[in-house]
């Protein structure tokens, strides 16, 4: 069993930074993709950025130029940096990883942490 945690949310300025985090823990034998979802109230949940196990990256169009997504493979951790944060940034971020665990590979999320802008 996988679980992932989140730290770093909370409430910001608009134009204020935050840095979220997502630790993973449990039989992991390879982090194949880590990433950061999020969903605003009355909204559905969407990608914000991805990393792959060989370092790239995607990331959704509204954020590109103002988030960056980095990892660190020896702690199975994955980073959000958010600058520029706009009030429609408002979400409650999920972390997310796609693990293989021996031979068995399963997706799983974390509980989510939120993150509001005031404008």
């Known amino acids: 069993q996988v679980h992932l945690v989140e730290s770093g949310g909370g409430l910001v300025q608009s134009g204020g930074s935050l840095r979220l985090s997502c630790t993973a823990s449990g039989v992991i034998s390879i982090t194949n993709i880590m990433g950061w979802y999020r969903q605003a109230p009355g909204k559905e949940r969407d990608m914000v950025a991805v990393?792959?196990?060989?370092?790239?990256?995607n990331y959704a169009d509204s954020v590109k130029g103002r988030f960056t997504i980095s990892r660190d493979n020896a702690k199975n951790t994955v980073y959000l940096q958010m600058n520029t944060l706009k009030p429609e940034d408002t979400a409650v971020y999920y972390c997310?990883?796609?693990?293989?665990?021996?031979?068995?590979?399963?997706?799983?999320w974390g509980k989510g942490t939120l993150v509001t802008v005031s404008s």
């Open positions: 997310y990883a796609d693990i293989t665990s021996w031979s068995s590979r399963k997706t799983y």
């Open positions: 990393i792959r196990s060989g370092a790239n990256t």
